[in-house]
Each structure stands twice: as structure tokens, then as C-alpha cells.
Nanobody, 123 residues
């Protein structure tokens, strides 16, 4: 069983930056693929970014060039650096872990989820 705890959300003005963190329990973190998803009110959960066990990554087109996903296996933590934030980035951001280890943009490929952290971008 893996437990994920997100932190770092908050209120920021458009154009600002935030860094989200996701701390994972368990000794097999380094073998998991990790992803970030988000869900805005009234909308479906959508993929944001993912990083494989080897460090390969992929991003949604809407955040490419603005967001950066990274991981620190020694700290069992994955990060999402968010720059040039826009009001449309406002959502609850969820961290997720996949036992398969390879990249996936599909939420149903992830086995464990955090509780989410709110990101609000004001215009």
C-alpha cells in the first residue's frame, strides 16, 4: 500500500508560480510512475504531467513549457513546478502512483491517489 500526501497549493496571481510536492510512503517508490492530474469544478479530471521510474516525462499540451515534473527517489517525493500560471489552471491537483512504472496519461492506469491540494489562480 502506498500513501500519497500533496502539499504546496494555494492562491497566486496570474503569471505567478507554485511548486507542488507529493510525499509517498513505501520502499518501492522508485519503481513507480508518478502523475499529476487536476480537476476543476464541474469538469472531469484531466492529466497534467507524468514521470516514469527512469525519469522520462510527458505533459498535457495546456501546460507544456510552463510546468515541470521531477522526482527525488531518495526523498520519496515528486514535484510539480508551475510557472506562468493562468486562471484556467485553477483546480484541485492530485498526485497519483502507478505500479507499472511506465508513463501513462490515463487516470485509470494509476493505483494510488493523494487527497488533492487546491490551486487557485486569480486574474
Amino acid at each position: 500500500q502506498v500513501q500519497l500526501v500533496e502539499s504546496g497549493g494555494g492562491l497566486v496571481q496570474a503569471g505567478g508560480s507554485l511548486r507542488l510536492s507529493c510525499a509517498a510512503s513505501g520502499r518501492t517508490f522508485s519503481s513507480y510512475a508518478m502523475g499529476w492530474f487536476r480537476q476543476a469544478p464541474g469538469k472531469e479530471r484531466e492529466f497534467v504531467a507524468a514521470i516514469s521510474w527512469s525519469g522520462a516525462n510527458t505533459y498535457a499540451d495546456s501546460v507544456k513549457g510552463r510546468f515541470t515534473i521531477s522526482r527525488d527517489n531518495a526523498k520519496n517525493t515528486v514535484y510539480l513546478e508551475m510557472n506562468s500560471l493562468k486562471p484556467e489552471d485553477t483546480a484541485v491537483y492530485y498526485c497519483a502512483a502507478s505500479k507499472f512504472g511506465s508513463l501513462s496519461t490515463r487516470w485509470d492506469r494509476y493505483d494510488y491517489w493523494g487527497q488533492g491540494t487546491q490551486v487557485t489562480v486569480s486574474s
